[in-house]
């Protein structure tokens, strides 16, 4: 078992010396601060399990050292004791009204500083092992999908979470969250580590990733900054969203969003990731209100014939030499239509094109 880590900050270095030496003699892990910027520093890096701090020193005393490292969830929960030369009972009423554990006033035995340390390390071990009862509950929980990640990866997942992302333990070890999440992958990842850091004290994300099983999946992602096994970490939930994302642009706007998450899938069933990806972050620029718009563009846009068949052969995914073969036509040929397409339809790249096709019904995937 790791020994206890204890933080001490004080502006007299003869005092934060003798603690510093007192408590390593007694086996626990020591960490000294000379100022409380360099405490809240030292808080921040090493995540103490008890810091020890004096209330009078210059710049930054005690009260805002506590108030600051108050607002931040990785430390928010440390317990913490006040050294002072203060005794009036307005000082240590100050103090606990803020939430600080307790006071020892100065001059003070050594052996009343550990029998202070041990009660409340003791105390701190109660509430750990309550919170650790409850969360074996809620990991256990076979209605709600559940997570910790820390270190970047998912280091523990539940039954149902596994069963919503269809993956198993090794598998979803072994793979990259870059490699599972669809869309603005950056933007997600960011702000799992913002999280990750205590920077934020929750997050709430709308999430696609592409299932074990090659599907796509559209997730509601839940989390909360923690501390785990020593470790700054998040747990959260998962919940699975995709028949209320279709239902609901079914509802708002008819086929067209609806038939372009179908493309998504069926893209992704085909392994070509990399173009459901690229169209999915189109799919978040555009939006699905209007049927008479699309109507409107379908009329004034005028395709050939073979250029409708090249560009379904497009929307499923075909390469511009599986295209050719396909119709037994020349590369080249393709390479002319597809050109012709993107002109007419006024749109950048495959991804704007397709996602374009399907939300202005030039093609109806079946």
Known sequence: MQKPRILIIDDFE??????????????????????????IQMALQHTPDLIICDIEMPKLDGYEVFRSLEQIPATSGIPFIFLTARAQPEDFRTGLRMGVDDYLTKPFELDELVLTVVKRLEKNQKIRLSGETKFKALINNPLV??????????ILVNNKLLQIIGYSKFELNRTKLKDIFLGDKESIINELCMCLKGIHDSIQLKVSIISGNKKALFLELFGKSIMFDNKKSIIGSIVDITSNNVH????????????????????????????????INVRQLMSFDSNSESDRIKNRI???????????????????SEIAENLFISSRTVDNHRANLLAKTETRNTASLVAFAIFNKFVKMS
């Open 14 to 39: 003869p005092l934060l010396e003798e603690v510093v030496e007192f408590l390593s003699m007694e086996g626990y892990i020591t960490l000294a601060a000379k100022d409380g910027a360099e405490g």
């Open 145 to 154: 999908g559940v997570y910790i990640y820390q270190d970047n990866k998912f």
């Open 248 to 279: 609901t642009k079914q509802k708002q706007a008819g086929v067209g969003a609806v038939e372009l998450d179908e493309v998504i899938k069926y893209l992704i069933s085909l392994e070509k990731e990399d173009i459901a990806e690229q169209i």
């Open 302 to 320: 005028k395709l050939t014939k073979r250029e409708l068949q090249i560009l379904k052969l497009i929307c499923q995914g075909f390469t511009n």
